[in-house]
C-alpha cells in the first residue's frame, strides 16, 4: 500500500467512514405505509371540509376552524406529516382530482390526556355525523345506507364488513346487486386497542379471525371505487403494517400511583381476574379465552349480529383464502376476554362501551343507566379515582333533538348498549376493589 492510501484509509477511520444507512424494519415499513399511503379512493371533494359548518346550524364559520371541526367529530391532532388533516382523514384519489378520504386512524387512533396515539382506540368519534355532513356540504343529501354509529365514542364496524361485503364478489370483482349477509347496525362497537394484538391468537370481539391473518386488516378497502387487483397490490404493505400493530406498545399510566395498594391489589387480580385476562410482567402469559354469552352475561347484540352467512361468505372470499397458517373464520360463542395492558387508557369498558370507568367495571351497581361526558380528553375530562372518562347522568334526549345531539347521550336502556354483566367484581369489598384498580393502573 502506498503511503497516500495509508494517509487517505488513516483519514478515514479517524474521521468516520461513511456507512450504508440502516434498512428500516417490517415495522417501520408498516408504519410508513399505515400513515403515509391512501389505500382506497376519496369520499369527499376539496371543498367538503372547508363548507362543513354550515351544516352545523351556525350562521358564521367558527374561529379557529381546525379545532372546531376536531371537537365537532371526536378528531385529533395527526403525530405524524399529514397535510393539516387530523388523524383519520387523509388527501386521496378522486376520480381525476385529489379529495379527502378516511383510513384507518379515523377509528383506531384517539387521544388520552390531549395526546394522539396510533392504536388507541378512538372513543371520542362520531363517524355518522362525519359521514352524513360531510356528504352534505358536497351537495349529496342522500341517506346513508346504514347507521354508522348510535352512541357517540362508538361505531356499527361488524355493519360496514357485512355491507360492503355484500356488494363483493368471492374474488372481490364488484357485482351489480347487493346481497344481504344479515346486516346489523345496532351492536355498538368500541374500538379495542390495537396493542393488544401482540398477545392475541385471535382477534375481534368474538374471537373469530387468526391474528396473523394480514387480509382481514384490509376489509375497509371495500370503498365502492376499489378495484379489486388493488387487494393484492396491497398485500405486502399490510403484512408489514400487522408487524407494526403487534410491536406496538401501551402508554405507562401518567399519574402517580399507591406502589403498596397495588401490590395488594395483584393478589386480588390473581385470585379473581388472571384466569381470563392473563398475567403480566416479564413472564406474562394469556389464555385467549372466549367467554360464553351465558356466563359472561353482556349485551348479546353483538355475538348474535355477525351471523354464519356472513361469516360462509367470508370464508368463501378473497379475505378467507389466505392459506398457509392462518386458520379460517370462525362465530364463536360469545366474547373474547382481552388483554388489560394500557387499560387505564382505554375506557370506556366491555365490547360495546357502555360502562364509563373500572370502577363500574368492577361493581355492577355503579354502571350508570344513561349518561353523557365532553368527548374531550384533557385531563380535566379524565377520572383519576375511578379511572375512565367523567360522566354526568342526563334523561333521555328530547324527541327534537338532531342526531349529534342524541348520539351524545348514551343509553344503556336501548339495542346493543346494555350494560349488564361481567358481574366478577360485584362480591368484593370496596377496599379490594381500590386495590384493584390501583394494580390496574400498572398495567
Not at 474521521?15 to 391512501?38: I, N
Not at 388533516?85 to 387521544?111: N, W, Y
Not at 356528504?135 to 361488524?158: C, H, M, Q, V, Y
Not at 370506556?348 to 355492577?364: A, D, I, K, R, W
Request: contains cysteine; proline residues 7%; glycine residues 10%.
Amino acid at each position: 500500500m502506498t503511503r497516500a492510501a495509508v494517509l487517505v484509509l488513516t483519514f478515514a477511520v479517524l474521521c468516520g467512514a461513511p456507512s450504508r444507512a440502516k434498512e428500516p424494519t417490517a415495522a417501520e415499513r408498516g408504519y410508513k405505509a399505515l400513515t403515509g399511503t391512501a389505500f382506497i379512493p376519496a369520499f369527499w371533494t376539496p371543498n367538503a371540509l372547508p363548507n362543513v359548518w354550515k351544516q352545523w346550524g351556525v350562521t358564521e364559520k367558527p374561529a379557529d376552524y381546525d379545532a372546531a371541526v376536531r371537537d365537532r367529530y371526536g378528531l385529533h391532532p395527526a403525530p405524524y406529516p399529514n397535510d393539516g388533516l387530523p388523524m383519520g382523514l387523509r388527501k386521496a384519489p378522486l376520480l381525476l382530482k385529489t379529495g379527502v378520504g378516511a383510513d384507518c386512524m379515523l377509528c383506531h387512533a384517539g387521544s388520552i390526556l390531549g395526546k394522539s396515539y396510533v392504536g388507541l382506540g378512538n372513543s371520542s368519534l362520531d363517524i355518522h355525523s362525519l359521514f352524513e355532513d360531510l356528504a352534505r356540504a358536497d351537495g349529496i343529501a342522500k341517506k346513508l345506507p346504514f347507521t354508522f354509529s348510535n352512541a357517540r365514542g362508538t361505531n356499527e364496524a361488524g355493519a360496514f364488513g357485512v355491507y360492503l361485503l355484500g356488494f363483493r364478489n368471492p374474488d372481490l370483482s364488484l357485482k351489480g346487486e347487493w346481497t344481504d349477509l344479515d346486516l346489523h347496525d345496532d351492536l355498538c362497537e368500541d374500538v379495542p386497542a390495537w396493542w393488544h394484538m401482540r398477545k392475541k391468537k385471535t382477534i375481534y370481539y368474538g374471537g373469530a379471525t387468526d391474528s396473523r391473518s394480514v387480509r382481514t386488516l384490509m376489509q375497509f378497502m371495500m370503498h365502492p371505487l376499489t378495484p379489486a387487483k388493488d387487494f393484492e397490490k396491497h398485500e405486502p404493505a399490510f403484512r408489514d403494517i400487522l408487524e407494526h400493530l403487534v410491536s406496538l406498545e401501551p402508554p405507562k399510566y401518567p399519574f402517580a400511583f399507591d406502589a403498596a395498594l397495588a401490590a395488594k391489589g395483584e393478589k386480588v387480580f390473581a385470585a379473581n381476574c388472571a384466569k381470563c385476562h392473563g398475567t403480566y410482567g416479564k413472564e406474562w402469559s394469556y389464555p385467549n379465552k372466549v367467554i360464553a354469552l351465558d356466563e359472561i352475561g353482556t349485551d348479546p347484540a353483538r355475538h348474535r349480529g355477525i351471523t354464519e352467512k356472513y361469516g360462509k361468505a367470508y370464508a368463501e372470499s378473497w379475505f378467507g383464502k389466505e392459506g398457509g397458517a392462518v386458520k379460517p373464520i370462525h362465530i364463536g360463542e360469545g366474547y373474547q376476554a382481552p388483554p388489560l395492558d394500557g387499560v387505564w387508557a382505554t375506557a370506556p369498558y366491555l365490547h360495546n362501551g357502555s360502562v364509563p370507568t373500572l370502577e363500574g367495571v368492577l361493581n355492577s351497581k355503579a354502571r350508570p343507566k344513561r349518561f353523557t361526558r365532553s368527548f374531550r380528553t384533557g385531563e380535566a375530562d379524565y377520572d383519576k379515582v375511578n379511572v375512565g372518562w367523567k360522566t354526568t347522568e342526563v334523561p333521555e334526549p328530547p324527541a327534537s333533538a338532531t342526531g349529534w345531539e342524541r348520539r351524545k347521550v348514551y343509553d344503556t336502556t336501548k339495542p346493543g348498549r346494555g350494560n349488564g354483566g361481567h358481574t366478577y367484581g360485584d362480591h368484593l369489598t370496596a377496599e379490594q376493589r381500590a386495590a384493584l384498580i390501583e394494580y390496574l393502573k400498572t398495567l
